[in-house]
């Protein structure tokens, strides 16, 4: 049996009318705001291995020194 949602109350007050308000630009600082964003969401069992930024960090350069070992030191040429 669902519940029945009553209508949201305009908590509010008065003076903070943003109908009134003019001049604000959507999106004004999005560029600047991706330029400096470097987001990356873990999954739960990747963060409690790497509980902080310096330990995912210190993990992936670890990760492409090896990476960088492990590739051959000349092109393979194709036949």
């Known amino acids: ?3 029945e949602v009553d209508e949201l109350e305009d908590e ?3 003076e903070y009318d ?3 308000m003019t001049g604000g630009i959507r999106g004004k600082y999005v560029e600047r705001y991706r330029a ?3 987001l990356v969401l873990l999954d739960p069992d990747i963060a409690q291995a790497f509980p902080t930024d310096a330990s995912v960090n210190e993990a ?3 990760l492409l020194q090896i990476a960088q070992r492990q590739q051959p030191s000349q092109p393979i040429a194709a036949d």
């Open 1 to 3: 049996m669902k519940k």
């Open 36 to 38: 400096g964003t470097n």
């Open 60 to 62: 992936l350069r670890l």
């Open 18 to 20: 943003f109908s009134k």
């Open 12 to 14: 509010l007050r008065p």
